[in-house]
Each structure stands twice: as structure tokens, then as C-alpha cells.
């Protein structure tokens, strides 16, 4: 079994939709979680970060944890084309080693 | 603020020809220091990581090696490049969590 569990997608939604991009993992040990955007031929960047469980919400994202289910969730209000790319999850333990979800491919149709 | 800078972008190199990958990062003192190969569908794999100056784990074994030789500098390289060697490559480093450089996409023929 896989660390950290991603749907690949793809994943295609009309602009204005909300997006809901999930990830599932099996160490119940992991404390910090992140979600990272990648557009194509790109480094990813950091969307979210949260450590431990709860909710954060950074303009129209929202990262939730959900510990007791080992779940975590990524919400994107208002989606728009720009939106449209890979969505990475990880997680770590101690913030040293990091375990990555295989990304989700997001495309916003205008 | 802190940059992290990776070249080349881009790269075609023929089978068995060496190769020299770099990355340097500008705003922060001794930081833990990754490489990562990302294949299209497989995710991010882990290659190296350092936590200092001649300090490298290596996390699979294969073709390639890692050095660090100055603080703020981390070096991918192989004597021998093979096919399977082709993809991209990112170098990221840590505060509370992990930052990624531009990546370099290698593409051996």
C-alpha cells in the first residue's frame, strides 16, 4: 500500500464550479500537509499548509485534515482557467521527509 | 525572501554521456537540501537529500550521485546517463515544509 493515496484525474469542471481534490494516506503519524499547484513543464508551488488537523482557507482554497479518517481535502471556490493544472498532496512526519499523492490534473473549462 | 535557482531548463544528452545538473538557493543558511525525479503518472520520486555541507543520504540507488559542495549549493551528476534517466528534475529545500526550484527536464536519446 502506498504512503499517500491521489486520484489521478483528470478532472474537468466548468469555470465558476467547486472543486474538490481529495487524498488518502495510512500513516497515522503524519502531522504536517500540503498541497501544491503544478502547470505544466513547471517546479510546484505551495498552495496550503497545514499542520495537523482543521481547516485553512487562503482566499477562494480551502485545505482541510481529517485525521480520524486519514483524509485530507483541497476546495477551490469560483474556479477559474487559470486554475487548470496539477494538484499535488504530501505529508511528512517530522517536516524532514516528505511523502507526495501522484497529483490530480484539474482542467477549468471557460 | 528566499529563490531557488536550477539550470539548465533543458537538456537532450546522447546514452553514456555524463551529466551535471545544479542548484543554488539565494535568502537562507544551511537548508536542508532535496533532489526529486518526477516521471509523467508516478509522482515525485526522492533521489538525494542533504542537511549540510558533504552531507548527502541517497534514498535509491541508481545511476546518479549528489554533492554539495558549499552551503547553498546542490549538484546532480552521473558518469554515465541512461535512458531511463530521462525526466524531470526538481530541487527543493526546507523551512516548515518544502519549496521547489523550476526543474530541469532531461531528455536522454
Known amino acids: 500500500q502506498k504512503e499517500v493515496e491521489q486520484d489521478p484525474g483528470p478532472l474537468s469542471v466548468p469555470e465558476g464550479a467547486i472543486v474538490s481534490l481529495n487524498c488518502t494516506y495510512s500513516?497515522?503519524?503524519?502531522?504536517?500537509f500540503m498541497w501544491y499547484r503544478q502547470y505544466s513543464r513547471k517546479g510546484p508551488e505551495l498552495l496550503m499548509y497545514?499542520?495537523?488537523?482543521g481547516n485553512k482557507e487562503d482566499g477562494r482554497f480551502t485545505a482541510q485534515v481529517d485525521k480520524s479518517s486519514k483524509y485530507i481535502s483541497l476546495f477551490i471556490r469560483d474556479s477559474q482557467p487559470s486554475d487548470s493544472a496539477t494538484y499535488l498532496c504530501a505529508m511528512s512526519v517530522t517536516g524532514n521527509q516528505f511523502y507526495f499523492g501522484t497529483g490530480t490534473s484539474l482542467t477549468v473549462i471557460p | 525572501s528566499q529563490t531557488i535557482h536550477q539550470w539548465p531548463a533543458t537538456l537532450v544528452q546522447p546514452v553514456g554521456s555524463p551529466l551535471s545538473l545544479e542548484c543554488t538557493v539565494e535568502?537562507?543558511?544551511?537548508?536542508?537540501l532535496y533532489w526529486y525525479r518526477q516521471a509523467a503518472g508516478r509522482g515525485l520520486q526522492l533521489l538525494f537529500y542533504?542537511?549540510?555541507?558533504?552531507?548527502i543520504s541517497s534514498e535509491v540507488p541508481q545511476n546518479l550521485s549528489a554533492s554539495r559542495p558549499q552551503d547553498r549549493q546542490f549538484i546532480l551528476s552521473s558518469k554515465k546517463l541512461l535512458l531511463s534517466d530521462s525526466g524531470f528534475y526538481l530541487c527543493?529545500?526546507?523551512?516548515?515544509?518544502?519549496?521547489f526550484g523550476p526543474g530541469t527536464r532531461l531528455l536522454v536519446l
Open positions: 535568502g537562507t543558511s544551511n537548508p536542508n
Open positions: 527543493a529545500w526546507r523551512t516548515k515544509t518544502q519549496y
Open positions: 542533504s542537511v549540510g555541507i558533504g552531507q
Open positions: 500513516n497515522s503519524a503524519f502531522q504536517y
Open positions: 497545514t499542520y495537523s488537523s
